[in-house]
């Protein structure tokens, strides 16, 4: 009986941008991962939520002592305009060594790469332990269905994770520079302040809601959240949009609406920061007399895996393969492993972000070779 070959991961990529998954769309990407997996051996299991399609699956026993767990997603952000694009978004075409398409920097490459890292190894030297991956759907949307419902499929199912890692793009330049080891937190909050419509000859008569939302912007974005800590930059509070939908010279607006959108490090919970902002809402409320209404939503709090075994295992692996020592980091947005975090440890090691999300979004063929031998010899040494 012939030995399988290899798993290709630059192939793999191929075959999952050409589906074209924009959340929450899965267009068979999953389906691709759930062939592969199954002919190796994996015991897959759907864990669907809300119209959204997760993929949970596990080589080995659930009993096992060591578990290695991959976490990662096949959806994609729109194309945006597609005149733009030189290549097709879904062509998974490769010029000059470098494969175009959307998904191939964020993060089909990072999901084939664990895949066929994982196929490979559990083939060819089956471990004592197991090996879990958990792939989702749902990372680019609302992220309420994806791995959300992939920890809750495994609570109720009795599975678990000792440590994972998640596949997300991490070095901002070249290929190794940095190991993410902690995210900040997010919050945006929305701000409506209703007044009262009038001539501009005649503010007397009215109550412009303007003059109270631009001294709640200022007293927001000139506050100092924080100088930073040992792992996190200073927190940040950008204000995103300041809006009327006035287009009179002549005319007060009977209300405005403005968003802020804070990224926070361990200094700050949501709870904390939502406080400061009803206070400072409240002092506006007052000196104006003027309705204020807010909306607040907290995409996930600050966290930190502190540096130990599991950073020190990647950081090792990649000097290894690249001769590089990677950076460990909290910085850049925020991905999926806020919610992995409250289940086991976690850290995020995947290739060149630069291009995601933009038009003609690409990958350098070489790197998602160099990131499965990467992702191999991590499993090699966990299991060791």
């Known amino acids: 009986m012939s030995h399988p070959s290899p798993i290709d991961p630059a192939e793999l990529t191929a075959a ?13 990407a999953l389906d691709i991962l759930h062939a592969l997996l199954t002919d190796a051996g994996f015991s897959c299991a759907w864990a669907n939520r809300g119209g959204i399609r997760n993929l949970f699956a596990r080589w080995g026993n659930a009993g096992n002592t060591k578990t290695f767990g991959f976490n990662g997603h096949t959806d994609v952000v729109p194309i945006g305009d597609e005149a733009a694009w030189t290549m097709p978004p879904f062509g998974a075409e490769i010029k000059d060594g470098r494969m175009y398409g959307r998904g191939t920097t964020d993060m089909k490459s990072g999901v084939a790469a664990f895949a066929a890292a994982a196929v490979d190894f559990v083939r060819d030297t089956p471990p004592d332990g197991s090996v879990v991956i958990a792939i989702t759907g749902d990372e680019e949307g609302e992220s309420v269905d994806g791995t959300l419902a992939l920890l809750e499929y495994m609570e ?20 190794g520079e940095m ?13 409506r302040v209703v007044g009262k419509q009038g001539h501009s000859a005649y503010p007397h008569r009215a109550n412009n809601p303007l003059p109270a939302m631009m001294r709640l912007m200022d007293r927001l974005a000139s506050h100092e959240l924080d100088k930073g800590t040992d792992h996190f930059d200073p ?25 802020v959108n804070i990224r926070f490090n361990d200094t700050h919970s949501g709870a904390s920061l939502t406080a400061w902002i009803e ?5 506006i409320r007052q000196s104006f007399g003027i309705e204020i209404e807010t909306q607040i939503k907290i995409s996930g709090e600050s966290f930190i895996t502190p540096p130990g075994d599991l950073s020190a295992m ?19 947005g ?5 919610f992995v975090k409250s289940h086991c440890p976690v850290v995020e090691f995947g290739l060149v972000g630069q291009s995601m ?19 191999t010899r991590i499993l090699q040494d966990y299991f060791a």
């Open 314 to 332: 990647v950081s090792n692996a990649v000097e290894s393969v690249l001769g590089v020592t990677p950076e460990l980091s909290t910085t850049g």
């Open 16 to 28: 999952l941008v050409r589906c074209p998954s924009v959340t929450p769309e899965d267009a068979g």
């Open 334 to 338: 925020t991905s999926d492993a806020r």
């Open 357 to 375: 999300h933009e038009v003609d979004e690409n990958v350098e063929v070489a790197q998602i070779h160099q990131l499965k031998t990467i992702y």
């Open 235 to 259: 927190s940040t509070l950008a204000v995103v949009t300041v809006d009327t939908g006035n287009p009179a010279t002549n005319v007060i607006p009977a209300e405005c609406s403005a968003a």
């Open 279 to 283: 206070e400072e809402v409240a002092a």
């Open 179 to 191: 190991i993410k080891i902690g995210r900040r937190g997010s919050m945006t909050i929305k701000f």
């Open 156 to 175: 109720n199912n009795g599975e678990r994770m000792d440590v994972c890692l998640v596949g997300e793009p991490t070095s901002p330049n070249t290929m």
